[in-house]
């Protein structure tokens, strides 16, 4: 079995800065794109930024200039950089991943359970 755990979430002012994490455990063989997600209330979830097993990433253009998404393939982690933190950015934020677990095929899409990041002053 795989499993994502997303930590890094809490409250932070208007302009502050947050680091998430979403590290990947279990029979991993490899991990194809990555991406975190975000849904606030009342409202739909949505892409807030992906990046492929190259290094290649996008945001969404809300995000774009002030978050920034990294993987670190050692750890079998992404994370996502918050700045400049707005709090229309106040939701719960959801890892995912393709996984192709060792000894099995095709790829499988996973999720974290989320994390809750509030901007507010």
């Known amino acids: 079995q795989v499993q994502l755990v997303e930590s890094g979430g809490g409250l932070v002012q208007p302009g502050g800065s947050l680091r998430l994490s979403c590290a990947a455990s279990g029979s991993i063989f490899t991990i194809n794109d990555m991406g975190w997600y975000r849904q606030a209330p009342g409202k739909q979830r949505e892409l807030v930024a992906s990046?492929?097993?190259?290094?290649?990433?996008n945001y969404a253009d809300s995000v774009k200039g002030r978050f920034t998404i990294s993987r670190d393939d050692a750890k079998n982690t992404v994370y996502l950089q918050m700045n400049s933190l707005k709090p229309e950015d106040t939701a719960v934020y959801y890892c995912?991943?393709?996984?192709?677990?060792?000894?099995?095929?095709?790829?499988?899409?996973?999720w974290g359970q989320g994390t809750q990041v509030t901007v507010s002053s």
């Open positions: 990046i492929t097993s190259g290094g290649s990433a």
């Open positions: 995912n991943a393709e996984i192709t677990m060792r000894g099995r095929r095709p790829p499988y899409d996973y």
